[in-house]
């Protein structure tokens, strides 16, 4: 059974800190990962995707991937409270859907 | 990447009524996809709309409850039959991203049914 697993959170972070948003899956043929922000009564937003091992930087944001250990991870720094939103983990096996995982809600304090 | 409008935006429908959701993209894509999410939880995938061919539907969603159309390559619908207060939820539509790989949603409707 095609997994994504994430922490509910809510994660709550100080403002101008580093938030660490982690994603689990269970299958290995799992081949692109993708982030996305979802803003209260928003649609999700693509923020990231990364499709082989190691760090992909985006401005703030760097994911974060080792499929070895079936894992990837979003961090973001000098978090901002313009950050706070739901952040959905999607993984995608080749010529199949998206599966999303549960979403972690992150808060970020001034 | 894609832009999609959803309409409509929001909808309290009565229980036992149909809403039909449509969703424009500005560019031709080959599949559309339709999502459920429910408060406080996360997208679940209704169905895969392809033109031209019927659709695709995941387990546990059946076409008499959520037909869907495809009449072409930028637009789709979906309806919501026969409803019920536990078909309450956000409905969104996406397309993959094609160059730039990653779905693109529509806006989403919030439906609450009375």
């Known amino acids: 059974q095609k997994e994504v697993e994430q922490n509910s959170g809510p994660l709550s972070v100080p403002e101008g800190a580093i938030a660490s948003l982690n994603c689990t899956y269970s299958?290995?043929?799992?081949?692109?990962f993708f982030w996305y922000r979802q803003y209260s009564g928003k649609s999700p937003e693509l923020i990231m995707s990364?499709?082989?091992?190691g760090d992909q930087e985006d401005g703030r944001f760097t994911a974060q991937l080792n499929k070895a250990s079936q894992y990837v991870s979003l961090l973001i720094r000098d978090s901002q409270p313009s950050d706070s939103a739901t952040y959905l983990c999607a993984v995608r096996i080749r010529g199949q859907n998206f599966v999303f995982g549960p979403g972690t809600r992150l808060s970020v304090l001034p | 990447s894609a832009v999609i409008s959803q309409k409509p935006s929001r909808d309290i429908c009565q229980r036992g009524t149909s809403l039909t959701i449509q969703c424009q993209v500005d560019s031709q894509v080959t599949m559309m996809f339709w999502y459920r999410q429910q408060p406080g939880q996360s997208l679940t995938l209704i169905a895969t709309a392809n033109q031209g061919s019927e659709a695709t539907y995941e387990s546990g969603f059946v076409i008499d409850k959520f037909p869907i159309s495809r009449p072409n390559l930028t637009f789709s619908t979906l309806t919501v039959s026969n409803m019920s207060p536990e078909d309450s939820s956000i409905y969104l539509c996406?397309?993959?991203?094609?160059?730039?790989?990653?779905?693109?949603f529509g806006s989403g409707t919030r439906l609450t049914v009375v």
């Open positions: 996406s397309v993959d991203g094609g160059a730039n790989p990653g779905y693109t």
């Open positions: 299958d290995r043929g799992s081949q692109s």
């Open positions: 990364i499709y082989s091992n």
